[in-house]
């Protein structure tokens, strides 16, 4: 067994609508059915006793040993905890070659699953040893460190129930929701407008006390210290007791409460200077530990925290009673669990100390012994919810203090005796306020009901029906994808929309390039996305990102395939037929969201049948409204755009706009059929996404068929009298489109210019010239930079080989190199000549191009 080419798909992709990770997986022989290793299932069951059935009960079917590294994959993540259901191992058309697929939900997680699932595969095949536990253990602990903690991780599943979309931006809490135009960044639980200054604020603790103070919130009386001497003074002006802690602190680091001694305080000092340089002497208060948790204007959760502590059995020690408590499955060492574990550490000897215990002391049957003055839950501390008994004024106090230091999310830490009271009847106070406070007392407190703050932050940053989400449009097919993307993107502009684009030219934001080369995958699509200045985007979604990563969203509110016909780059990657091709393609149609719309060619039938596919509408397009798909759609009221007498015609129900042909400069008027169905998929889209008929018209009048706007789709140029036409078309369904097209344009002589794609199949690269041997005088074959895999030469030779039985061409020339093979081509026309250039290198040959016009 031998696994390979592992890739995580982190999109929807061919196979499911889950991130998953791909291998491809090759057997031996024996290892296609695994009945041919004798008492292999056994060994591999005593290994791993949690594996689940290798097949439905009642088949009998071989089980390869790919399917069953697939279900030890999926298995052994669901074992340590993960949330994954999905795998799936696909048969290549290589003999022993599989494909396997297995969810994930963090990206390491599920690589580190394919690696143990190998060696337990290999530990079972060998009869060797295999540490499961180990195994999950490491599972676990990588999935607890990579995954979100639970404040942020809470926030992301309230976006998750509201459709929001998200994407985590590093490897820790910084969070986007939404895309372009319409998204919102958190950081843990702290939101994208909340101020720097603010958060400075909060840190500086003196400050904060004065801010409150002079809003009238009650706060306790401190200042900071330059020395423990300057503390002990400060503790007496003050009055004792008093609280010792760095000035800019968090969790609870560094403080010691209830001081009532010299050495107390001396000792107290020392622990916080362990934490910051600046520390702060302020007035104990006593009573309860609260925390209440302000979002926008509102109080939305409050908990009472108890310190860390244990209870006495009268046996054990309390450094056993501790190791008891710690045992918990809700106390974890970080943040992923309810509750940390209780730590063991010198601020916890010397709070013993002050109760007259040490470590080993046995405490009496029921006497409570704290382990912490705190109350943190990051140190072990206990929270238990009181977010209903909150007086109004308490509630109004906490608000009072977030807005006066400016925190959208803000902890706002409470000392009193309780909070069914006001503050001042109590003596009570505020002693701190928290930016990004934790979370996780609030949703899964030690004791009461869990609280919905994740969904109060959502609802503040994203009003009700606005699900951050803006228009994106996706667009698929073999031929005439960057022109339909292009155009798609033009009439967006148009109406006024700031729209993203991707295509297999570059990366364009309001028309300027960003990024160039071929930028048609995923990764180009994310960063569109990720764009403040997007309010819309247009993506090609070329198969290759999809095979390699799935999609770069959700979901879609419009699909467009253009067509599939014979297909192309047939071969690679096991898509072997057109069939394969059609399912990939659909992967955008599949993911079009519930409201939204499939845009599919009726010309088409295996693009038509994708109807079946999508969850949300579907607008058929067909230069023939009497396609029976067409005229069916039709008459259901659907959506349908088609030709009619020199008029594009858009029509739903009773609804029907009309525009002339001619004032779409694309289309030269309709006689250049392949750009009229390029128009009619980019007025469907736009027609999808809510565009206006005027826009739409305004658009597509000022859309022409140049180098600017169209690089490489039916250029033309004026050459001495001769016409120039220069075009990407790389396979034999574009060919034949390009012919019927010239065949409209009047011309004396014909020659063609081409080269071939060497990662094409050897009858794709014959077919081209065999198609264009019946309509050119002169063709003249050139090889170009990169063959792609094939022998120098070879490409050349295959493209000759197709011209054996022309039908028109006389002349043939073979030229090294694409710029020379072009003035060749130009050398030999005269005025009233025809000349199609079908170019490699389309920036680099169409400036050549215009430099040989312009000089004439």
Not at 589 to 602: E, T
Not at 809 to 834: H, M, P, R, V
Request: proline residues 4%; contains cysteine.
């Amino acid at each position: 067994m031998e696994v390979s080419r592992i890739r995580a798909l982190r999109g929807p992709n061919l196979w499911s609508h889950h991130t998953a990770i791909e291998a491809i997986l090759t057997c031996s022989q024996e290892e296609l059915n695994i009945v041919n290793l004798p008492d292999f299932e056994t060994r591999l069951r005593a290994r791993f006793p949690a594996l689940s059935a290798l097949q439905p009960t009642g088949y009998h079917d071989a089980i390869p040993m790919a399917h069953v590294f697939e279900h030890v994959a999926l298995g052994l993540q669901s074992s340590a905890g993960c949330p994954v259901t999905f795998s799936r191992t696909n048969q290549t058309v290589e003999a022993g070659v599989f494909q396997v697929v297995v969810e994930y939900t963090e990206e390491a997680v599920g690589r580190l699953a394919f690696e143990l699932a190998e060696k337990l595969c290999i530990a079972a095949r060998q009869d060797s040893f295999f540490d499961l536990e180990g195994a999950l253990s490491q599972l676990r602990e990588l999935d607890e460190d990579v995954r979100l903690g639970p404040s942020t991780g809470s926030i992301v599943q309230a976006a998750v129930a509201r459709n929001i979309p998200y994407r985590r931006l590093t490897d820790g809490s910084l969070v986007m929701f939404g895309w372009g135009s319409k998204q919102r960044r958190i950081q843990a639980a702290e939101m994208d407008c909340t101020s720097a200054i603010a958060e400075s604020i909060a840190q500086d603790k003196e400050l904060t006390k004065k801010l409150l103070n002079a809003a009238g919130v009650p706060v306790p009386m401190g200042r900071s210290v330059t020395d423990p001497e300057d503390g002990w003074k400060a503790a007496l002006e003050v009055g004792l007791p008093v609280v010792v802690k760095p000035k800019d602190g968090n969790q609870g680091k560094g403080v010691t409460v209830n001081i009532t001694t010299k050495e107390q305080l001396f000792a107290a000092y020392a622990t916080a200077s362990e934490f910051r340089d600046d520390i702060l002497v302020e007035r104990y208060l006593p009573g309860s530990d609260y925390r209440l948790l302000v979002i926008g204007n509102k109080l939305v959760a409050a908990a009472r925290r108890e310190p860390p502590q244990v209870v006495g059995d009268g046996v054990k020690t309390v450094r056993q009673l501790v190791d008891q408590v710690n045992l918990d499955p809700k106390r974890g060492s970080g943040h992923a669990t309810s509750l940390t574990k209780i730590r063991f550490d010198d601020i916890a000897i010397a709070s013993l100390a002050l109760q007259g215990f040490n470590a080993e002391s046995i405490p009496a049957k029921g006497r409570r012994v704290t382990l912490r003055n705190n109350a943190n839950l990051s140190t072990g501390g206990s929270a238990t919810d009181v977010t209903d008994d909150v007086h109004p004024e308490v509630a109004a106090r906490a608000v009072a203090a977030a807005q006066m230091v400016g925190l959208d999310i803000c902890g706002v830490d409470l000392v009193c005796d309780s909070v069914l009271k006001p503050i001042e009847e109590q003596n009570g106070g505020i002693v701190e306020v928290n930016a990004a406070p934790g979370l996780r007392m609030h949703i899964s407190p030690s004791f009461g009901k869990g609280r919905q703050v994740g969904e109060a932050i959502i609802s503040t940053m994203f009003e009700d029906g606005n699900d951050g989400r803006i228009p994106i449009v996706a667009v698929t097919g073999t031929n005439g994808k960057t022109t339909t993307v292009r155009l798609i993107a033009h009439l967006l502009t148009a109406s006024g929309l700031r729209t993203g684009m991707t295509n297999t030219d570059g990366v364009y934001v309001e028309g300027v390039q960003i990024d160039s080369g071929d930028c048609s995958g995923p990764r180009s699509a994310r960063n569109v996305l990720l764009h403040p200045d997007v309010d819309a985007a247009v993506f090609e979604t070329a198969r290759g990102g999809v095979l390699r990563e799935g999609l770069a969203f959700d979901r879609c509110q419009v699909a467009v395939i253009t067509n599939i016909g014979t297909g192309d780059h047939l071969g690679l990657n096991y898509i072997t037929s057109v069939e394969d091709l059609a399912v990939l393609k659909r992967v955008i149609v599949q993911n079009v969201a519930d409201a939204g719309v499939a845009v599919l060619n009726a010309a088409d039938p295996i693009v038509a049948s994708m109807a079946n596919n999508c969850l949300g509408k579907v607008t058929f397009f067909a230069a023939d409204r009497k396609e029976a798909i067409m005229a069916t759609h039709r008459a259901q009221g659907n959506r349908v755009v088609y030709v009619d007498d020199g008029m594009l015609v858009a029509a739903e129900g009773e609804f029907k706009h009309k525009i002339p042909l001619a004032n779409i400069p694309i289309t030269f008027g309709g006689k250049i059929a392949f750009q009229v169905e390029n128009v009619m998929a980019s007025v469907a889209a736009a027609w999808g996404v809510g565009i206006s008929w005027e826009a739409i018209e305004k658009g597509l009048k000022s859309f022409a068929n140049d180098t600017d706007n169209a690089p490489g789709r039916f250029n033309l140029f004026n050459y001495r009298g001769a016409t120039l036409i220069a075009d990407y078309g790389h396979n034999p369904d574009a060919i034949l489109a390009l012919v019927n097209a010239v065949e409209t344009m009047p011309a004396k002589r014909r020659s063609v210019v081409i080269s071939g794609a060497g990662d094409r199949r050897d009858q794709d690269i014959r077919q081209q010239t065999e198609i264009l041997g019946a309509a050119f005088d002169n063709v003249v074959l050139y090889q170009d930079q990169c063959q792609r895999g094939r022998a120098d030469g070879e490409v050349v030779a295959l493209l000759r080989s197709g011209l054996a039985n022309a039908k028109r061409t006389k002349q043939i020339s073979e030229i090294q190199g694409e710029f020379l093979a072009i003035d060749t081509a130009l050398a030999a026309l005269n005025e009233g000549d025809l000349c199609l250039i079908l170019v490699d290198q389309v920036e680099e040959s169409l400036a050549h191009i215009a430099n040989r016009v312009k000089e004439g």
